[in-house]
C-alpha cells in the first residue's frame, strides 16, 4: 500500500480521514482550540474505546495554555509536555494513522504540524478479579485471572518480582491480532523448551485465537490422544508455581486460562490444596484421587465382567443380593449401564448449559425422578444406579477439569471392553490406557513420568505430599 | 485411522461368547450325595440360591433356597442331568460337600471328590463333612429363611470356642491327605432335635470309611494334635465340678524316635488357660497353690482323654489320624521312604508319650481368698 503523507493544514487533514473512514460512524472527531497559540488540535479515536475523564483534563490542559513571557515555548514543546503521560508515538502517514485509531489509540493533529501524535487513552473493559470458578480450593489464594492480559501479566509480576521472570510478547492472528504472552524464567526454563514453544507458536500465527483452549490444541504433540497434553489454570499460584518449577506459561489477551507447558499426569492431579494444608491431609486427598480416577474409569466396567461373565468371584451373599436386584431387569448389564451413565453425562450436560436455578432442578429431576423410577420400573437395577452414582462422584475429584473429562470418556471404552471379554476385557482396556499414556509425551518430555522432572521435587511428590523442607533461594 | 477402527472391530468379532447373566445362573452353596436307589447309581442333591427378589415384602416367608435332585452314574454326569431342571449351575460359590456314610462305605473317597477337585470352579477351600442321615434331608432342615449350607458353613467357625469340632477339612485338604497317607477324620453333621448339628466324625483310611467317632473323641484327638483353639476344660476338684478354658496355644512339640521299626512319639503342648467357673465354696484362687493344683487336675483329664483315644486309634481303627506321619515323615524321612506302606502297623505298635502343660494365667473378675 502506498503511504501518504500528512497535510499540514488541518482542516485537510480532517478531510482527508473523514474520507479514508466513511464507513466507520463510531469513529469520533473532537476539536479543540488552543488560545495561547491560536491554534487548533482535532482529536480522533473511537467512542467505545476513550478514557473520557482522562481526556477531559489533557483538552482542560491544552485550551488553558498561555504563553509565558521571558520563556516562551514552541507549540511542539507545549503539546508534548501536556501530553507525555500518554503520549505512545508520533505518525506521520494517514495508514498510520488508520491503523492505530482501531487499535483504540487516540490522535492527536495540531494545525500546522505535519505529525501526529498517538496518545494511549484507551480504557480497557475488564471484570473485576474474582475467586476461579474452575478450580476452587478450600484454602489458598482466591484470585484468578480475568480477560486482560494486561492485568494478568500484572498480577503475576506483583507476587514475582525477580527480574529473570521473562514476560515475551508477541502478536498473533490475522483478523484480530492478539497479543499472546510467552512467560518463563530464566535459567529455570530449558534453553530447549523455550525453543520448542517458540517453535510451535510460530507455526500457528496466522491463527485467529478467541482462548488459549484454540491455542493448546494447535501446539500440543499429538491430537490422537483423549488427554490433554498442556495443563490450564485460572489460578496465580498456579501459574506462578509452575514457573518455578522451569516450566513455560503461555497467555493470550482475551482469555482468563493460562497454559502451562510441559505437563505431566501426575500435575493434572495435583490440587494448589495440597501444599496449603497438612502433609497428611494432603497426602490423604492425593492417593483419594488416584482411587477415584480408577473407579470412575473401571468401576462400571468391573461391575458388568463381575456380574455377566465373572460371578464366582463375588463373595456369594453379594452374588445373590445383585441377582436379587437383577431379576425383573429385562436388559443385559451393559445395556443397563450405557442407559445410566448416558443419562447421567446428559443431566451433566444439561446442567453445565442451563441458568443456574434451572439447573438445580435438572439436578432433582435426574437424580431422584430418573434414578429412583427407572428402578421401580425395572429399567435399571438399583445396583447399577449407585455405581453410577459412585462413578460420576468420583469424576468430579479430578482437579483439572479438562482431565476429568478424558477420564468420563474412557469409562465408555472400559464398559465395551468389559462387555466383550470379561474381566480379561477390562484388564486389557487397563493395559491399553497405561500404553497409551506411557507414549504419551507433552512438549517431549514424557506425560507419564511419575515425578516433577524439572523441579527438584523427586518421584516422592507423586503419590503423596510429604513434608515441605526448608529451601534455599529457588534461583540462583 | 481406517486401521485403528479396524482394530478396534476385532473384539467385536468374538461377540460375548462368555456371557452369563447372574440372574440366569444357579448358585450352588452346598452339595450332597448320597446313594441312589437305582443299582450303581449316585445320587446329587445341589443346593441352590434363589434370589431374594425385589419386593421382599410381599415374599418374606419364601425360601431362600432350592435343592435339585438327581441320580447318575458319574458325578459330573449328574450335574449335567440337573441342567435339565434348573439354570446353568456355577460351583465358584460351593462352601460345603456333605457324603453320606453308606456312600464312604461303597465307593472311595478320592472317586467322589474327584470331579470337585478336577473342576477348577468348585473351589479347593470347600468343606466336606459327612452325614449319617441321607444328605438330602440334611440340606432341607433348617430353621425359617436360613440356607441349611450357610447353618453349616457357619458353625465351624466355632473352632475356635469349642473343641469338640474338628479343624475343618477343606476339599484341597482332602485331597492331599488322600494322595499322601490316605487316614484322616472327617466332621460328621447330624440332626438332632430339628435342628442341625455338628455331632461326631468318621475316620476315612485309604478312602474308605473304617470308623465312627463321638463328640468325646473329637475333642481328645484334638488335644492330641495340639490343634484345640479354645473350649472348655471341664474336671472335678474337691468334689466340686469346674471348667478351665482354653486361652492361647504358647507350644506344640512333637519329636518322633526310632528304635528299629519301633517308633516312639512324644508330644508336649503347652496351653494358657483361665479358670472359669469353678463350683466348690472355699476357692481360693489368690494364692499360687490353688491354681496350680486346679491346672494339675485340669492336665490329668486332657491325658486321661488323650490316652484314651490313642487307645481307640492304635486297637480300633488302627491307623494314624492325627496327621503325626508328616513328623515322621520329616524327621525320618529315609525310613518313611521304605515302610510308608506299613504306616498303621507302625503306628499302630508305637509308643505315644503325651504332655501338657498347662497354665492358668487368668481366674476372671471374681475370685475369692477364703
Known sequence: MESTFLHMNLDQSQERLKSILDMQDDVVFKEVYIPGYDRSGLFVFVNGTMDYPAFNEIVLDLSAAQVKTGHPISIEQLVNSKICSVKEEEINTYEKANEQIFDGKTLLFIDGMSTGYVLNLEREKTRNFAEPTTERVVRGPKMGFIESLKENIGLIRQYSSHPKLIVKQQKVGTLEKRELALIYYEGKASERLIKEVNERIDGVKETDFQDTGMLEELIEDTSFSPFPQIQNTERPDKVLSALQEGRVVIMIEGSPFALMAPTTMTMLLQSPDDYYERWVAGSFLRILRYFSLFVTVFLSGIYISLVSFNPGLLPTELAMTIAGTRENVPFPPFVEAIIMELTIELLREAGIRLPAPIGQTVGLVGGVIIGQAAVQANIVSSLMVIIVAITTITSFTVPQYSFGLAFRALRFGAMIFSAVLGLYGTTLFFILVINHLSKLTSFQEPYFQPMDFIGGKTWKDAFIRLPKRKKGGRLS | ?370
Open chain 2, 1 to 370: 485411522m481406517k486401521r485403528l477402527w479396524m482394530l478396534l472391530l476385532i473384539p467385536l468379532l468374538s461377540g460375548c461368547w462368555d456371557s452369563e447373566n447372574i440372574e440366569e445362573l444357579s448358585l450352588v452353596v452346598g452339595v450332597g450325595i448320597d446313594l441312589s436307589k437305582n443299582k450303581n447309581e449316585i445320587m446329587l442333591t445341589q443346593q441352590i440360591l434363589v434370589p431374594p427378589g425385589y419386593s421382599l415384602q410381599e415374599n418374606q416367608a419364601k425360601l431362600k433356597y432350592k435343592n435339585v435332585t438327581v441320580s447318575a452314574k458319574t458325578l459330573h454326569e449328574a450335574i449335567r442331568d440337573s441342567l435339565l431342571l434348573t439354570n446353568t449351575v456355577l460351583t465358584n460359590h460351593q462352601r460345603i460337600l456333605l457324603i453320606n456314610e453308606e456312600v464312604l462305605r461303597k465307593i472311595p473317597m478320592e472317586a467322589i471328590i474327584n470331579q470337585s477337585i478336577r473342576d477348577n470352579n468348585t473351589r479347593r477351600s470347600c468343606f466336606v463333612f459327612l452325614t449319617k442321615r441321607p444328605t438330602k434331608d440334611i440340606l432341607e432342615r433348617a430353621d425359617d429363611g436360613e440356607i441349611p449350607s450357610n447353618v453349616i458353613y457357619e458353625l465351624k467357625d466355632n473352632v475356635k470356642r469349642t473343641n469338640k469340632i474338628l479343624p475343618p477339612l477343606t476339599l484341597g485338604q482332602a485331597s492331599s491327605s488322600l494322595q499322601s497317607d490316605g487316614s484322616f477324620a472327617i466332621q460328621a453333621v447330624e440332626i438332632k432335635g430339628g435342628k442341625l448339628i455338628l455331632q461326631g466324625a468318621g475316620v476315612i483310611n485309604n478312602s474308605k470309611l473304617v470308623g465312627l467317632m463321638n463328640n468325646k473323641d473329637i475333642e481328645s484327638l484334638n488335644w492330641l494334635n495340639g490343634s484345640v483353639k479354645g473350649g472348655i476344660i471341664e474336671t472335678t476338684h474337691h468334689g466340686t465340678p469346674f471348667s478351665v478354658e482354653v486361652d492361647k496355644r504358647k507350644r506344640r512339640k512333637i519329636v518322633t524316635e526310632l528304635h528299629g521299626n519301633h517308633l516312639t512319639i512324644d508330644i508336649s503342648v503347652g496351653y494358657t488357660a483361665r479358670l472359669s467357673e469353678d463350683w466348690y465354696g472355699k476357692e481360693n484362687s489368690y494364692k499360687e497353690s490353688y491354681l496350680k493344683e486346679a491346672e494339675r487336675d485340669a492336665e490329668d483329664k486332657v491325658k486321661q482323654d488323650v490316652e484314651k483315644i490313642v487307645g481307640k486309634l492304635q486297637h480300633q481303627y488302627k491307623t494314624g489320624v492325627a496327621g503325626l506321619f508328616r513328623y515322621v515323615q520329616n524327621q525320618h524321612p529315609k525310613f518313611w521312604e521304605e515302610d510308608k506302606e506299613k504306616w498303621d502297623e507302625i503306628f499302630s505298635d508305637a509308643d505315644i508319650n503325651y504332655h501338657i502343660d498347662l497354665e492358668i494365667i487368668d481366674f476372671g473378675s471374681k475370685g475369692g481368698i477364703k
